[in-house]
């Protein structure tokens, strides 16, 4: 059943309870002051904490000794009960901390977990030789060794799998070969996506994460892509003051060629409480980073092939280029962006030779296969812009909280347009029509209390414009 009259951050905390080593489970729900949940592109499984105020002596009447599960279960009552829109997983306590008394009659602590899944890759080592394509690979390692029941009933049942999302497949990277040295699955799938490159698209952003609905092994440009090209957006956040709980005027909210794949519920939902932008620009940082740019040297230790590529980014490729015969044809106009408006400064002070990057190579070490060649050394340039180019232009805003969404997902940003807006400001002018427009999140905190819910999201762009 759902609940359409809902305020911002309403809640259903639907279940929260612990499971101990004897496989007896206890509901904790109102034990707990505060639970957070942590998702992020950028991590390869999901961690959390849960505040407890303890009056019974849980810890050792549980007991909780280190062989624990947590099983948490929360809906947005406006959504209906379904695996898309609900955030349930079984995780693993990894630890209890910051344990202080209240009094001889209570008592706080912390409860640290994870996903069962990042627990037992800590444990398991591989020791073998990989062949094939990265994005085949990726999917044996993880159905071999890291896919686990997602949620452990209160009956020791299993439901759910853990799955790995792909896009942008098979690989243009076909014929890939390494040899795991005792490495974690986690590390074998890490190692995969920074050699991996996309069939469509080129730039090899491709991260292994996990949401809170499922694990991802895709290049950052494939995801966005994905959604661009059915015109599918999360939702839209605005910050802007004065706005009730009504549902007038939703079509100045939600207009533009895109849908929202998130229904609305109301004004308020949608509204920013805060926002940080720390950093506006920071050339230094953009040198540094390779974003500007790189150089790669590499060398071939079977073939003896020695390799010196230049990658310029900037406005000034088509000069470098007629002067160097090393710099690479590709520039931030032949890769798919958010938009197609740079956000580096017209004539930048750059050089490539601020960051130089060396891949060394065997070509047929292993068997008769080249496994090795210059998209393997392209990669390295293109992977190092492209990462940077994620923390170039970066929010973190906090909305009420969804349960429906996950980091990857498209959103619709409106930052409000500083200054003057004269006497009668339409909507359109109340934001800012250069960082106005589509992000991704990258990342999500979520925070589940007795006030509801609320989210951190880091939102990323790699471009200016289309509000």
Known sequence: MTDMNQSAGDVRLEQLY????KGESLDISNFAVETTLRESMYSSCLFGECVIVDAVNILTKAPIIGRDTITIKWRTPSLEDLPENVIHKTFVVYAV?????NNDREQYFVLKFMSIEGMTDNVTSLAQKFSGG???LASSIFQTYVSKGRVIGTDKGTSGQSELVQFDTPHNTNNFEFISNYWTPFKCLHYLAENSIGNEFKMPNVLFFETNKTF???SVTSLVQAQKKVNLLYDEYSYISNLDEGNDNISNRRNGKYSYSSPFISRKMNTVETIDYPVHFDTLKNQDSGYYGNVTYSY???NKDIYNIVFDYTDSHADRASQNKNVLPESFQTF????EQTPIVTEAITNPYAKINFKA???GLFSDNDAFDIKQVAAVAFRDTSLAELDAVKYEIVVPGKTDIEVGKLIRFNYPNI????NNPTYDDLFDDQISGIYIVTGILHTVDVTGHKMLLEIVRDSYGDK
């Open 300 to 302: 071939d230790y079977v």
């Open 134 to 136: 990265t994005d085949s």
């Open 216 to 218: 991802y092994f895709t």
């Open 97 to 101: 901390t910051d344990r202080k008394l």
């Open 336 to 339: 798919k962006h958010i938009t």
């Open 18 to 21: 612990l499971t101990n080593f």
């Open 419 to 422: 200054g003057d807006k004269g």
């Open 361 to 363: 190579g065997a070509s």
